[in-house]
């Protein structure tokens, strides 16, 4: 979602409300049917032409002054719950309330104080974001989080959450990749699918978003994707149609670009043809803040709602609406799901409004998803687990200065958060007081001599501290473990950059050299805690250290979750969802990211805090090449690769054997734990299929499985199943899902290079679906 609007936005807004309310009758007599009272369309046909342009469009955001006034009924988004996104519009004399929107992919995202409360705090959960949940591979445990935050809404009286986002992450230096799930769509539609279910298991609506093909935030508003058919089924909606189709979300978000020349808002084909009839969706399709260009080809298209409304989306439907260019019948079909939509609501059943979530409770499930999903990188001469009762010298900013999720409408206002050595104290561990000190008053000073900054933007990263060489000697003399943390974070509006973030810093670079260097002189070990949100570059520093914890943004336990896992009362069983590249040019997109500008701005331009977008386009080369679909199909070397993940203790697979089903397969394997730990496995299921006219990659993620808790010795059987429609790629010229005759491949993987046991199966008649 967009952030606080600019001046003449909010004006724009208020004059919107006013000249709603002029033209709105007020009063309602015994005759005029209500929602919930009368059928639906009985409602719709006793609505004004100003009523009807009135629903479609929204009603205020946080930041605005003074909020939007409803027609008849006067309602302020931020009485209701201050900091949420905005709502809709209300009418009064037809029994339709009003329902609140707020973000976000990783919590809720209100204020945490009010005026009329001032004694009060509205905290939320800030969980693990979306990157770390995927890397768990447990759809329960995902589900169960939605079930948190889900609750969380529903207590603060939000109708609508603004999650999950679930586009790919196409390329690391995307700056929301933080809010996506992963490189690949099986995985990413997979954890969408949960998060929604457990969301909407509390009654609370969820948003889908950003439908589609929002893989970075460079002129976003204006961006045209030139992709193909192909790409866009097999990848960038794949994960979409997942989660419609195994949860059906009540709302579907659009995205702020063009895909091929259309707006995704304005697009008959991407929300009429897929969503609707191919997929079989029924529920409400909003904009993003602001998104689009054309409100009259918004509505035809079926895009229910346009978020937050202005005075020109306004005028131009009501003028549409009256000249014969926009078919009422139009309006009455969106405003029919939005009804529809609003009495699934708790605020239409007046269900009450505690303001009092479970937060202690909360913050436990945070704590338990953050440890799943952590991934164990290196782990050389047993690093770790780190033994009971160790020393630790602890460097690095973010160890102190924790990074717990991402900027921007990822954000949460929780109401406190663990750092690193505050974690290990509480597990028994001692840290070194003179180097917390030095990282304190370092901290203190450099974010004293930072600028400010929209508080809704990342703010610039401070200069990491490199401790003198007497430091380091005095660290190592007093302590038994060195421990490196290093941190990353991005939002909104900006994507990350090469320099600096994606490859460590100098200082960085001085930092892990020097460490390293003196603890290894001493015999000593050295562990680096990765507290990034998306992908960074490794292999160039990577063989100076012992051990490497992928941590990822936490949530607000992230220091009691690291220290589980560092500790072994854990054991790490995260598997990576990207890959990690030797270097940023080995992905494919690095050719041409994020695109190239034309010639001035588009005069159409929408946009959020960023009204200066120009047109751009960019042309995804890459087509289907996306992640470790490419890598393994060519065979490039990487650092870590897709699915990859270390654990304390080790697996061994046996016993592979296939199922013919109706067309698809069955696969069961027995995993044994061989190692001298308590573990768990993520088990990945790939398929290779025979070479044809359609270029295909290596193999593909068709499934996955996640083992129980195994005790040393113990074994677990696994059945994966996949469908008929999953063995196959789409043929743009057949214009069909295809899977051609010949012999597949099946392996049962450790990760999408580790294959443990493999089997063949052979298709005869070439398989076919429609879309």
């Known amino acids: 979602m967009a952030s606080k609007p600019s001046c003449s936005r909010t ?61 008849g009924v006067g309602v302020d988004t931020n009485s209701r719950v201050p900091g949420a996104a905005g709502t809709t519009f209300p009418i009064a004399r037809l029994g339709i309330p009003s329902i609140v929107m707020a973000d976000g992919p990783a919590g809720l995202r209100i204020d945490p104080t009010r005026d009329d409360g001032p004694n009060q705090t509205f905290h939320a959960t800030a969980f693990p974001i979306a990157s770390l949940l995927a890397s768990s591979w447990d759809d329960a445990l995902v589900e169960r989080v939605g079930e948190a935050m889900g609750a969380e809404a529903a207590a603060y009286g939000v109708d609508v959450f603004l999650t999950p986002a679930l586009n790919l992450h196409r390329y690391p230096l995307g700056g929301r990749n ?17 998060m929604i279910r457990g969301i909407q298991s509390q009654d609370v609506v969820t ?12 002129n976003r508003n204006t961006i045209n994707v030139k992709v193909s058919e192909r790409a866009l089924r097999e990848l960038y909606l794949k994960g979409f149609e997942i989660a419609v189709k195994e949860s059906s979300p009540w709302t579907i978000m659009t995205s702020y670009n063009r895909i091929n020349g259309t707006y995704t808002s304005e697009s008959p084909w991407l929300l009429q043809d897929v969503l609707r009839d191919q997929w079989g969706f029924e529920g409400v399709v909003m904009t993003d803040w602001f998104a689009g260009a054309d409100a009259v080809k918004q509505m035809q298209a079926g895009n229910d709602l346009l978020m937050p409304g202005t005075q020109s989306q306004q005028q131009a439907l009501l003028n549409a609406a009256r000249k014969g260019q ?38 436990q499930i945070s704590r338990k998803a953050a440890t799943e999903g952590m991934v164990l990188l290196k782990n050389e001469r047993d690093a770790l687990p780190l033994a009971a009762g160790k020393k630790l010298a602890i460097f690095g900013n973010s160890a102190y200065d924790i990074i717990i999720g991402g900027t921007g409408s990822g954000d949460v206002h929780e109401a406190y958060s663990v750092a690193l050595p505050e974690g290990m104290e509480k597990d028994g561990y001692a840290t070194d007081k003179a180097l917390s000190q030095a990282y304190a008053e370092h901290i203190k000073a450099a974010k004293a001599r930072r600028p400010e900054t929209n508080p809704f933007l990342a703010p610039p990263p401070l200069p990491e501290l ?95 979750a690291m220290a589980d896992v560092l500790s072994g009362k854990v054991n790490p069983s995260g598997k990576l969802t990207d890959t990690f590249a ?24 929408r946009g959020g805090i960023v009204i200066n977008d120009r047109a751009a386009e960019v042309d995804y080369r890459d087509d289907i090449r996306v992640g470790y679909r490419h890598f393994n199909t060519w065979g490039v070397e990487v650092a870590y690769p897709f699915g990859y993940g270390l654990s304390y203790t080790q697996f061994e697979y046996r016993d592979l054997k296939l199922t013919r089903e109706d067309a698809g397969f069955t696969a069961s394997v027995i995993v044994t734990n061989t190692g001298r730990r308590a573990g768990k496995e993520v088990v990945q299921l790939y398929v290779s299929a025979p070479k044809n006219n359609l270029e295909k990659p290596a193999a593909e993620l068709r499934t996955y499985a996640r083992t129980r808790l195994l005790q040393p010795g113990q074994s677990q059987k696994l059945v994966m199943r996949a469908e008929p429609r999953g063995l196959t790629s789409f043929d743009p010229e057949a214009h069909r899902w295809v899977a051609h005759p010949g012999r597949y491949t099946v392996s049962v993987s450790a990760s999408s290079r580790d294959i443990r046991q493999q089997a063949h199966f052979d298709i005869k008649d070439e398989l076919s679906f429609m879309p």
């Open 11 to 71: 004006a724009s807004a208020l004059a919107l409300a006013a000249s709603m309310q002029m033209t709105t009758p007020a009063v309602a007599d015994d005759s005029t049917p209500r929602l919930g009272v009368s059928p639906i369309r009985e409602v719709i046909q006793a609505m004004t032409l100003e009523e009807k342009v009135a629903l479609v469009l929204g009603q205020g955001m946080a930041g605005m002054s003074g909020g939007m006034q409803g027609p």
């Open 207 to 218: 948003s889908a978003k950003h439908y589609a093909a929002n893989n970075h935030e460079w």
């Open 326 to 363: 926009l078919d009422v019948q139009v309006l009455d079909r969106n405003i029919e799901r939005i009804l529809d939509l609003i009495m699934r609501t708790r605020t239409f059943r007046h269900e009450p409004v505690s303001n009092k979530p479970d937060l202690d409770a909360h913050a």
């Open 466 to 560: 490199v401790p003198t060489v007497e430091q380091i000697d005095a660290a190592v003399a007093a302590n038994d473990v060195g421990v490196i943390t290093i941190g990353r974070n991005s939002g909104e509006f900006i994507d990350r950059k090469a320099k600096d973030d994606f490859y460590l810093t100098e200082a960085e670079q001085t930092l892990v050299r020097n460490v390293s260097t003196a603890f290894h002189k001493a015999g000593k070990p050295v562990v680096v805690v990765l507290n990034i949100g998306g992908v960074i570059e490794l292999a160039s520093w990577r063989d100076q250290v012992d051990a490497i914890l992928l941590a990822w943004q936490p949530g607000q336990e992230a220091g009691h």
């Open 582 to 605: 030797l270097d940023l040019k080995d992905y494919p997109a690095a050719e041409n990211f994020p695109g190239v500008t034309l010639l001035g701005p588009d005069p159409a331009a």
């Open 178 to 194: 933080f809010e996506y799930y992963s490189e690949d769509p099986l995985v990413s539609g997979k954890m969408a699918a949960a």
